[in-house]
């Protein structure tokens, strides 16, 4: 069973410029969740994806965005890059939306914003 | 009302010890407490977790105490190990979404 997979591993990027980041779902999920994760910190909702719809967004700016595709991959974009976006950024994956379904998470991109 | 307040920032145990982490919630909503352990550089990873109509839950050496009054819950790690050294987040979820909310997280160190 192939578990969540994240690309790039490491991304360095100016303020102002876009960025994406990808995400391979683990096997059988069909939902994905996007995590803001600074130093030192817990993790912060950014929004999920099911069924390639949001369902679900944290308090996260519109330049935030998000895909899901037919085959339960995704995407991260962010716009317009501000320094404090400098943070790790999890991907998780899960059968359904539900409570039985617990969130597998990547290892995550780590984004610098100089 | 979405917080979740974890406590200790840190913790230091001696092989053999038991290790407790504390978290409080305000949101009576939240209906699933997982609690999750992450190694430098990996991602957190699911260990335990409860809902609020059971008042512990024991998988090996990790236990999560619930107290649904006093809206917390606690993560017991039994005869901790150096193994067991890592970042612990407990989190807490309501709704269709299955939107986590974090605590700060505990930096434990267990001592060889």
């Known amino acids: 069973e192939t578990g969540v997979t994240q690309s790039p591993t490491h991304l360095i990027k100016t303020r102002g410029q876009q960025v994406t980041l990808r995400c391979s779902s683990q096997?059988?999920?069909?939902?994905v969740s996007w995590y803001q994760q600074a130093l030192g910190q817990g993790p912060q909702f950014i929004f999920q994806?099911?069924?390639?719809?949001?369902?679900g967004r944290g308090n996260f700016p519109p330049r935030f965005s998000g895909l899901q595709f037919p085959n339960y991959s995704s995407e991260l974009n962010v716009n317009a890059l501000e320094l404090d976006d400098s943070a790790l950024y999890l991907c998780?994956?899960?059968?359904?939306?539900?409570?039985?379904?617990?969130?597998?998470f990547g290892n995550g991109t780590r984004l610098t914003v100089t | 009302q979405q917080q979740v307040k974890q406590s200790p920032q840190s913790l230091i145990v001696q092989k053999g010890g038991i290790s407790i982490i504390n978290c409080a919630y305000e949101n009576t909503a939240f209906d699933y407490f997982p609690w999750y352990q992450q190694f430098p550089g990996k991602g957190p990873a699911l260990l335990i977790a409860?809902?609020?109509?059971?008042s512990e839950k024991k998988e090996g050496r990790f236990t999560i105490s619930f107290n649904k009054s006093a809206k917390q819950f606690s993560l017991h790690i039994m005869d901790s190990q150096p193994g067991d050294s890592a970042t612990y987040f407990c989190?807490?979820?309501?709704?269709?979404?299955?939107?986590?909310?974090f605590g700060s997280g505990t930096q434990l160190t267990v001592l060889p």
């Open positions: 989190a807490a979820s309501s709704g269709s979404a299955r939107q986590l909310t």
């Open positions: 096997s059988g999920h069909n939902t």
């Open positions: 994806y099911y069924r390639e719809e949001e369902n």
């Open positions: 998780a994956s899960s059968r359904g939306t539900g409570s039985s379904s617990p969130l597998h």
């Open positions: 409860i809902r609020p109509d059971v």
